[in-house]
């Protein structure tokens, strides 16, 4: 019961949903999620460690970037389970596809400047 908690809780947030759906297309930075939606950096990795702690996604360090990622679902079978459904749900949700359209032009190295 408390995992399946901690997944829904997870997805009770607009922002963190959203930060699923942008990383459905890509795997992404802190920075540029923040940049996406308007976050304060501190605000989006809050944001961004209540995703990895409900097991939703994960990250890999490359260098000085810490990418994340969506998770495979293999820990929980909620995740799984909702992952797999949430690729199909909000398809067509205006501010989806704002982000989506946003995308290809919010890159790292513009943002930081490294």
Do not use: P
């Given at each position: 019961m408390k995992e399946f908690i901690k997944v829904m809780k997870a997805l009770s947030?607009?922002?963190?949903?959203?930060?699923?759906?942008?990383?459905?297309?890509?795997v992404m930075c802190?920075?540029?999620m923040k940049e996406a939606l308007g976050l304060a950096q501190?605000?989006?990795?809050?944001?961004l460690k209540i995703l990895e702690e409900a097991g939703l996604i994960t990250y890999y360090k490359d260098g000085q970037w810490v990418n994340y990622h969506l998770a495979d679902g293999a820990k929980n079978p909620y995740t799984a389970s909702?992952?797999?459904?949430?690729r199909h749900w909000l398809e067509d949700d205006p501010e989806v596809e704002s982000l989506w359209q946003k995308l290809p032009e919010?890159?790292?190295e513009?943002?930081?400047g490294k």
């Open positions: 947030d607009s922002n963190r949903v959203k930060m699923l759906k942008m990383l459905q297309r890509r802190v920075c540029e501190s605000t989006a990795s809050k944001h909702l992952l797999g459904n949430l919010i890159r790292r513009n943002i930081c």
